[in-house]
């Protein structure tokens, strides 16, 4: 069976270009904390002055004080959606459908202290939205970019029609969205276990893309 042609390599970022995003990126982590902490109260020139960042500066690089916070809650996903796109390591290669759950299983799974630190902060970003319209206006932008991420790699991997790849990219994104607000609400919501989001988000995996017959094709194999 031919195969699709494998997208060609991105060009590693410039140096100014990663030292821009590891910028965006605490003044991200700030910004959370302190939405955490006091929700839509917090200011913009608050949230510069914890960051050590010029007022002037923080509107270089974003334009309101909720997008602060993109940075944080899109790098999860972009891993997800990466680990996706990645070809299986073996010749044993799973199915779409089970390549969906095991990559969003690791994507909420921390593998270290700043990635547990970001799925904490993500959790009080989640419970200070309510209260804030644009704070969740953000998070539901940052979910419908990653489903316009997800369609190029399921088209790769799965073959299907337009119509069908769509689908399942709204269905796996959604189970994603779902299962962190889900976890996000609960009291003493536990970072792992089966209430956990890694747990979660398999639960609404299989929920959500059960009719999807596109993605029982096997996924790409890696290199031998």
Known sequence: MPTAPRPAA?????LTER??????LEIARTAAALFTERGAAVTADEIARAAGVALRTFYRYFRTKEDAVVPLLAAGVRQW???LAAPAPDADAPSVREALE???RRSLTPADEP????????RGLLRAMPGDPALRAVWHRVHHDAEEALVPVLAR???APPLEV???AAAANTAMRIAVEEWAAGDEAP????EGPAALVARCMRALTAGLPQLEREAEAGPA
Do not use: F, V
């Not at 991105?10 to 410039?14: A, E, I, K, N, W």
């Not at 990635?115 to 993500?122: M, R, V």
């Not at 970072?191 to 089966?194: L, N, Q, S």
């Open 157 to 159: 991997l799965t073959g």
């Open 115 to 122: 990635a547990a630190e970001a799925l904490h902060w993500t």
């Open 166 to 168: 769509r689908l399942a």
């Open 19 to 24: 030292r821009r995003a590891e910028t965006q």
């Open 10 to 14: 991105l060009p590693r970022p410039s």
């Open 191 to 194: 970072d792992d276990g089966p």
């Open 102 to 104: 095991r990559t969003a």
């Open 81 to 83: 959606i990466d680990d």
